[in-house]
């Protein structure tokens, strides 16, 4: 009779533990769903999606499922946001915000972004694209940057994770000819995992 009743309860015992054990992976993974006006880019969300997506002249550059979509480093005066993804579905890649004069202590204090748009021709702001391990820093012609909308997301009233969403554009240069990078949108969750202040 012991065994019987012993049974179900270590059944249910360990399903428990086993779904809270996968609870942190589950946030940290990236929900990819195509935008059907925008092929190829992820459509816009603010659920925490950790996805990112523009055109470069046309091709797109997105986050993959494998590799980390994004981190937020933080240097004493310096914000860092730096997308990693792919062009073309091949190319590996990344796109580097630095915001001069704005330094967030922790991922809390991120939704302090709520709302603010970044003019990336400014002199506080610099953008550098990586290719092939080639680091170029972009003159830009025009560009913005825009949170749109900064929340903390919690779980059992615990803070895992600020989300910031929004979208940018660029107007530069890539190899001496002049490129738009269009229709960028990023919607990505910031937790001990991928924020870094040093």
Known sequence: ????????VLSILMFIV???????????????IEDI???????????GYNTFGAYIDRVPFVSDMVNLPAKIIVNPDTFNLVLNG??????????????????PATYSDLVSLNGKSYNLKD???????????SVTQLKII?????????????????????????????????KNEPITISGGRFDLGFGTENFYNF
Request: aromatic share 12%; hydrophobic share 35%.
């Open 123 to 133: 002199n506080s702001c610099l953008v550098e694209l990586t290719e092939a391990g």
């Open 37 to 47: 006006t925008n092929p190829g880019l992820p459509e816009y969300s603010e659920w």
């Open 86 to 103: 792919k062009i073309n579905n091949s190319e590996p890649a990344s796109l580097k915000f630095r915001i001069f004069g704005y330094a």
């Open 18 to 32: 086993a779904g809270c054990s996968n609870e942190d992976y589950r946030l940290n993974k990236s929900v990819f």
């Open 142 to 174: 025009s560009g913005e940057l825009k949170f749109v909308r900064a929340q903390k997301l919690f779980v059992d009233k615990e803070l895992v994770k600020t989300i910031l969403s929004g979208t940018f554009h660029i107007q530069t240069f890539r």
């Open 1 to 8: 009779m012991k065994k019987t009743i012993l049974l179900p």
